[in-house]
């Protein structure tokens, strides 16, 4: 399917690192990051549901969330994610599901998360 890019684990993942994110951020980062965490939790939901370009879009919003927020600490980094965010949604609307899986491991790996790997196990 040309939609699979993401699976669940990853997001899961990032879903629990984002009170790491607030404790270096500090606290006036926590209404965008629950905003972040919305996102991602309708990502998961959408996913489980069988809706992989809906929960794309949203984790498009949440990582577009996470720019603007990285961007007011680190502008370089906030552009550089806008990039990333750009090439993951023009792949994504190609239907190119090399380009749209490499790019969410540049997603995964900036925001901490991993890929799990279920195919070798």
Request: net charge negative; aromatic share 2%; hydrophobic share 50%.
């Amino acid at each position: 399917m040309a939609h699979e890019f993401e699976s669940p684990p990853p997001l899961e993942m990032l879903l629990t690192r984002l009170g790491e994110l607030e404790v270096v951020i500090g606290a006036p980062a926590a209404a965008r990051l629950g905003a972040v965490r919305a996102h991602l939790q309708r990502a998961v939901a959408l996913r489980a549901d069988g809706d992989p370009p809906a929960a794309a879009a949203e984790v498009r919003r949440a990582m577009e969330e996470l720019a603007t927020l990285v961007a007011a600490v680190d502008p370089a980094e906030g552009f550089l994610m806008r990039a990333i965010i750009e090439r993951f949604s023009a792949a994504l609307i190609r239907g190119e599901s090399g380009e749209v899986e490499r790019t969410a491991d540049v997603m995964r790996e900036r925001s901490g998360a991993t890929k799990v790997d279920t195919e070798k196990k």
